[in-house]
């Protein structure tokens, strides 16, 4: 397909870990990213990997890229209420300022 | 250091009437990025523009969208004669050169009625 493919809704207990699973479409894209927007906010970018690596952690946050599969996935150690959001999967298409996104994955933590 | 602003947050706008969308990148940044996104779709690029400049427009329709970033002032993104299907939550993303990270701002909600 031509679009950049996440789950919609992840439901997760605080204290797990969470996964949530994306796959994008371009074999050439450069850099792949996920953005995080909470209620009424931005899209805050949390983190993003070159497409040479395999994997990049930073703290609780861990990416994994597989480039065969064109698949990407974000896990979040200890998920905590506050990380409660909409997580949005993005890729670099053609050059690296043009992104294109998934429809986002909404996080509900609960106690 | 403020964030990137974008005003109104939200928009309403009568079929055929213009909507005009503002975006204040954040101090230092002289790209800015427009997106849309479709309910329940991801956002989609627009357009790129530095101070003045249009760089990459590929992602605008051909007709009743313009964009500009002038050397003082806001980013505007402009929608002429909208109909039913321009709404969408607009947004503003912006970036100082020579990286790969884009600042969003809360985005802008059209709605055509």
């Known amino acids: 397909g031509e679009d950049v493919e996440q789950s919609l809704f992840l439901s997760v207990r605080e204290g797990d870990s969470s996964v949530i699973n994306c796959t994008y479409t371009?074999?050439?894209?450069?850099?792949l990213y996920w953005y995080k927007q909470e209620p009424g906010a931005g899209l805050q970018l949390l983190t993003y990997?070159?497409?040479?690596?395999d994997m990049k952690q930073d703290q609780r946050l861990t990416v994994l890229l597989n480039k065969k599969d064109k698949h990407l996935s974000l896990r979040i150690a200890d998920t905590q209420t506050g990380d409660s959001a909409i997580y949005f999967c993005?890729?670099?298409?053609?050059?690296?300022?043009?992104?294109?996104f998934g429809a986002g994955t909404t996080v509900t933590v609960r106690a | 250091n403020a964030g990137v602003m974008q005003n109104p947050r939200h928009l309403v706008r009568r079929r055929g009437q213009e909507a005009r969308l503002r975006c204040s990148p954040m101090?230092?940044?002289?790209?800015v990025y427009w997106y849309r996104q479709l309910p329940e779709e991801g956002l989609k690029f627009m357009v790129y523009?530095?101070?003045?400049?249009?760089?990459?427009e590929s992602g605008m329709p051909k007709e009743r969208f313009s964009a500009e970033f002038p050397k003082e002032g806001p980013s505007i993104l402009r929608i002429q004669q909208v109909v039913r299907g321009d709404s969408a939550a607009y947004f503003c993303?912006?970036?100082?050169?020579?990286?790969?990270?884009?600042?969003f701002g809360q985005g802008t909600r059209l709605t055509v009625v």
């Open positions: 101090k230092g940044h002289s790209h």
């Open positions: 990997i070159f497409s040479n690596m």
């Open positions: 523009l530095q101070k003045e400049n249009i760089i990459d």
């Open positions: 993005a890729e670099s298409i053609g050059s690296d300022y043009k992104l294109s």
């Open positions: 371009d074999s050439s894209s450069t850099y």
């Open positions: 993303a912006s970036s100082p050169p020579g990286t790969v990270e884009a600042f």
